[in-house]
T-cell receptor
Framework: EAQVTQNPRYLITVTGKKLTVTCSQN?????MSWYRQDPGLGLRQIYYSMNVEVTDKGDVPEGYKVSRKEKRNFPLILESPSPNQTSLYFC????????????????FGAGSRLTVL | AQSVSQHNHHVILSEAASLELGCNYS??????LFWYVQYPGQHLQLLLKYFSGDPLVKGIKGFEAEFIKSKFSFNLRKPSVQWSDTAEYFCAVNPLGGGYNKLIFGAGTRLAVHP
């Protein structure tokens, strides 16, 4: 089954304790992205990656890092989490093409709810 | 800066009522437009999309949306809602020409349908 898998789904941590949220897709998609969802703000893009070793900042990158060493994986790293990073995080992927064939539709993971105390 | 506005943050309807959720975007160039739905406790799923051609697009579960280029709008409609339509709805815009598929989301509209 084509899917985007995130782990963990739920995590409670404390300020300053490094954590990684993993994201893996099995669709051979080139494009992957991380979003955070906060009430009243919708989804905001944190980082995205066009392909292996190609990453760039989204709208709210502060406090986050990413890496894309393999095509299927795109982990989100919080080096020193703070309470304002408490949020629901979504990973998404797509083939990355922007023509009108419908190829740039995002497939979302199930979400990771993170609480930083 | 590019942005997407959803005018209603919360909508409460009774079953069988008609639904229209507004969405406006600020970008002068060519765009792809999407509506995503998030049912309680679930991830986002694509409801419908507009890429080109007929500005009235039909999606799953009886939803449709109309792209009005002159108004920079892409409103979502359903003639008769059901209790199972209770969810949060997100409008999203993909500005073309940047070489990548950056998707800009609106803040979302939370719909509650009462039996």
């Amino acid at each position: 089954e084509a899917q985007v898998t995130q782990n963990p789904r739920y995590l409670i941590t404390v300020t300053g304790k490094k954590l990684t949220v993993t994201c893996s897709q099995n669709m051979n998609h080139e494009y992957m992205s991380w979003y955070r969802q906060d009430p009243g703000l919708g989804l905001r893009q944190i980082y995205y990656s066009m392909n292996v070793e190609v990453t760039d900042k989204g709208d709210v990158p502060e406090g986050y890092k990413v890496s894309r060493k393999e095509k299927r994986n795109f982990p989100l790293i919080l080096e020193s989490p703070s309470p304002n990073q408490t949020s629901l995080y979504f990973c998404a992927s797509s083939s990355g093409r922007t023509d009108s064939s419908g190829a740039n539709v995002l497939t979302f993971g199930a979400g990771s709810r993170l609480t930083v105390l | 800066a590019q942005s997407v506005s959803q005018h209603n943050h919360h909508v409460i309807l009774s079953e069988a009522a008609s639904l229209e959720l507004g969405c406006n975007y600020s970008y002068g160039g060519t765009v792809n437009l999407f509506w995503y739905v998030q049912y309680p406790g679930q991830h986002l799923q694509l409801l419908l999309k507009y890429f080109s051609g007929d500005p009235l697009v039909k999606g799953i579960k009886g939803f449709e949306a109309e792209f009005i280029k002159s108004k920079f709008s892409f409103n979502l409609r359903k003639p008769s809602v059901q209790w199972s339509d209770t969810a949060e709805y997100f409008c999203a815009v993909n500005p073309l020409g940047g070489g990548y598929n950056k998707l800009i989301f609106g803040a979302g509209t939370r719909l509650a349908v009462h039996p």
